[in-house]
T-cell receptor, first 113, second 116 residues
Framework: NAGVMQNPRHLVRRRGQEARLRCSPM?????VYWYRQLPEEGLKFMVY????????ESGMPKERFSAEFPKEGPSILRIQQVVRGDSAAYFC???????????FGSGTRLTVV | AQSVTQLDSQVPVFEEAPVELRCNYS??????LFWYVQYPNQGLQLLLK??????LVKGINGFEAEFNKSQTSFHLRKPSVHISDTAEYFC??????????????FGQGTILTVHP
């Protein structure tokens, strides 16, 4: 049973480009959480999704950031018109239920140049 | 709202010595508590968790933690560390009542460095 798969592991984008981060949850997990880790900081919650639904996006920046978890395929975190401050590690976690515990992926490290 | 404070940003220790990483939390509701470990350029791995029951929780790699409700603490301990324990450790809390959908609030992290 593969773990939570995130790709790419490393992503370099120029300012103004779009970044698309993918997360494939563990088999049987229908709950996905995205977290961001800025340099020298802890992880901060961004968004919680179930299949085809955004349940809680209280941690998402109001502009340029969006997330989806379609019926088929991975969850996508999309950042439009990236800026240097978006440089961070983005982690996805999946769970079979809200209070059932998480499994984290290895993260995508985004560098904006 | 919840918050987590890890009292030490860095903890250096010699191999085979005991170690304690401190974590305090603040919450107006009952909580679940977690410790995660992050090795360089990797994701987070769950060390242990407190959901209910015994306040002394044992986890992987010889780590344990004790939940102290009166002091709102959840300190992580290991009686004898190994070089391979060098990593960053995160304490996290979630709302036990489920109103926050299971999302975690993390502390700032403690970098444990084990010296030979």
């Amino acid at each position: 049973n593969a773990g939570v798969m995130q790709n790419p592991r490393h992503l370099v984008r120029r300012r103004g480009q779009e970044a698309r981060l993918r997360c494939s949850p563990m088999k049987g997990h229908s709950h996905v959480y995205w977290y961001r880790q800025l340099p020298e900081e802890g992880l901060k919650f961004m968004v919680y999704l179930q299949k085809e639904n955004i349940i809680d996006e209280s941690g998402m920046p109001k502009e340029r950031f969006s997330a989806e978890f379609p019926k088929e395929g991975p969850s996508i975190l999309r950042i439009q018109q990236v800026v240097r401050g978006d440089s961070a590690a983005y982690f996805c976690a999946s769970s079979p239920g809200q209070l059932r515990g998480y499994t984290f992926g290895s993260g995508t490290r985004l560098t904006v140049v | 709202a919840q918050s987590v404070t890890q009292l030490d940003s860095q903890v250096p220790v010699f191999e085979e010595a005991p170690v304690e990483l401190r974590c305090n939390y603040s919450s107006s509701v009952s909580v679940y508590l977690f410790w995660y470990v992050q090795y360089p350029n990797q994701g987070l791995q769950l060390l242990l968790k407190y959901l209910s029951g015994s306040t002394l929780v044992k986890g992987i790699n010889g780590f344990e933690a004790e939940f102290n409700k009166s002091q709102t603490s959840f300190h992580l301990r290991k009686p004898s560390v190994h070089i391979s324990d060098t990593a960053e450790y995160f304490c996290a809390v979630s709302d036990a009542g489920g109103t926050s959908y299971g999302k975690l609030t993390f502390g700032q992290g403690t970098i444990l460095t084990v010296h030979p």
